[in-house]
């Protein structure tokens, strides 16, 4: 098993940048690929980004796409989410998630370890 521990939200002006990071506790780090996920008020969470487990491979949903960049550190345990050029619609709790998979998936029912999340708030 892991647990996902994120950190690294704020708040931040449009055009602004920020970091998270999702450190993950267990030994089995390796063996799963991982994603983030975003959920803004009233709607229902998304699929981000996500990675596999070496950090070959990623795929990232349309809107964030030239924007964000996900990576991961096996060594560290630790994935990371650097968040570029950041719109108010970016706006959201932003939840860390191991996959069951190790190959890269967008599909929410492959995740089964999520963090608590992260408040990242953009500002116009």
């Known amino acids: 098993q892991v647990q996902p521990v994120e950190s690294g939200g704020g708040l931040v002006q449009a055009g602004g940048s920020l970091r998270l990071s999702c450190a993950a506790s267990g030994r089995t780090f390796s063996r799963h690929a991982m994603g983030w996920f975003r959920q803004a008020p009233g709607k229902e969470r998304k699929f981000v980004a996500a990675i596999n487990w070496s950090g070959g491979s990623t795929s990232y949903t349309d809107s964030v796409k030239g924007r964000f960049i996900i990576s991961r550190d096996n060594a560290k345990n630790t994935v990371y989410l650097q968040m570029n050029s950041l719109k108010p619609e970016d706006t959201a709790v932003y939840y860390c998630?191991?996959?069951?998979?190790?190959?890269?998936?967008?599909?929410?029912?492959?995740?089964?370890?999520w963090g608590q999340g992260t408040q990242v708030t953009v500002s116009s």
């Open positions: 998630a191991a996959s069951t998979l190790v190959v890269v998936t967008t599909t929410t029912s492959f995740y089964n370890f």
